[in-house]
């Protein structure tokens, strides 16, 4: 497994951990007592975001596409992550390339354009952002984050 600090205002309050197969559970999050602020309450790498912010499912998926994107930890939003989300100008959503990914995008876009601002939901043609052509990663940066 990978060892993945969660970061806020600089501080490390949570933590995840990634296993290194696609195979069975990939993500093991820390329990309650040794995180400072919960990991669902707050977006991984948001230290990073400016005036946009690409919302996608993991840190695999942040680690890819760079600055400006934040993960969920998962397809299940909570409130606190969609109000933090609602607060940027500029929100795209891109999760996951599968149905029900797809199928709660639609539902968090919902959610978070009834904040002032612009959200678009965004697709690739690959399973997932940690696996999107460079091509695809730059297009995408360029598009939202420049």
């Not at 969660?6 to 696609?22: F, K, P």
Request: one cysteine or more; hydrophobic letters at 35%; a neutral charge.
């Amino acid at each position: 497994h990978l060892f993945i600090p969660i970061h806020l205002n600089g501080e490390v309050v949570s933590w995840t951990t990634r296993s290194i197969v696609d195979t069975g559970r990939r993500y093991k999050s820390a329990p309650v007592n040794c995180e400072s602020v919960p990991h669902k309450e707050t977006l991984y790498g948001i230290d990073h975001v400016r005036h946009a912010v690409i919302v996608v499912e993991g840190p695999t998926d942040v680690w890819r596409i760079g600055p400006g994107a934040v993960a969920t930890f998962g397809l299940v939003v909570t409130q606190q992550q969609a109000i933090t989300i609602g607060k940027y100008p500029l929100r795209v959503v891109l999760f996951d390339n599968e149905p029900n990914a797809q199928r709660l995008a639609d539902k968090l876009c919902n959610e978070i354009s009834l904040f002032a601002g612009e959200t678009y939901k965004q697709r690739m043609d690959s399973k997932d952002p940690a696996s999107a052509s460079n091509e695809d990663i730059k297009e995408l940066r360029k598009r939202y984050l420049s």
